[in-house]
T-cell receptor, first 112, second 114 residues
């Protein structure tokens, strides 16, 4: 069964303290892996799409990487405004192009 | 310019009532979705529509009926509401098929069933 697991569930960092969020996935075939940011009371906001193992994408303090079993979201020198829930989702090849499976997210709190 | 909009933002109702949530996207996308996010923030897909045609129905009770009058709109009607229907419902859209496409989400509708 296709599955996505994110860890840790929650993470508290001091401002400037770099860390990584993990997204482990099990799919028979991967069409794409997505990272989203969700602020309280809002809908998820798209960050990155990764398509194949070895791929990396960067945006400001965020860098996403992908292997055949997991993806990492690296946060370098985070700021309080990076506090949010970060969601990972996969789009399996076996389910057509219209199904996405989300993880339960990592709640990140960055303290000033 | 709001890309994906939903109404209402909040919905409080009694058990057994019927309610609807409306969604509109102005991105020109051809695929729209409904998701349910529970209290633990787990986001689960309910329906996918491509060019007004139902593609995915993820074991959702028959009390939930989506309707897509055109490619820009996807509404969700819920009959005989139950306590377990309380959640945040998100509409989303994406463009195209045949590849990995990012989704754009609306602001959500928080449904509370009393």
């Amino acid at each position: 069964e296709d599955q996505v697991t994110q860890s840790p569930e929650a993470l508290r960092l001091q401002e400037g303290e770099s860390s990584s969020l993990n997204c482990s996935y099990t799919v028979s075939g991967l069409r794409g892996l997505f990272w989203y940011r969700q602020d309280p009371g809002k809908g998820p906001e798209f960050l990155f799409t990764l398509y194949s193992a070895g791929e990396e994408k960067e945006k400001e303090r965020l860098k996403a990487t992908l292997t055949k079993k997991e993806s990492f979201l690296h946060i370098t020198a985070p700021k309080p405004e990076d506090s949010a829930t970060y969601l990972c989702a996969v789009q399996p090849t076996t389910s057509g192009t219209y199904k996405y499976i989300f993880g339960t997210g990592t709640r990140l709190k960055v303290l000033a | 310019d709001t890309a994906v909009s939903q109404t209402p933002k909040y919905l409080v109702t009694q058990m057994g009532n019927d309610k609807s949530i409306k969604c509109e996207q102005n991105l020109g996308h051809d695929t729209m979705y409904w998701y349910k996010q529970d209290s633990k923030k787990f986001l689960k897909i309910m329906f996918s529509y491509n060019n007004k045609e139902l593609i995915i129905n993820e074991t959702v009770p028959n009390r939930f009926s989506p309707k897509s009058p055109d490619k820009a709109h996807l509404n969700l009607h819920i009959n005989s509401l139950e306590l377990g229907d309380s959640a945040v419902y998100f509409c989303a859209s994406s463009q195209g098929s045949g590849g990995a496409r990012e989704q754009f989400f609306g602001p959500g509708t928080r449904l509370t069933v009393l």
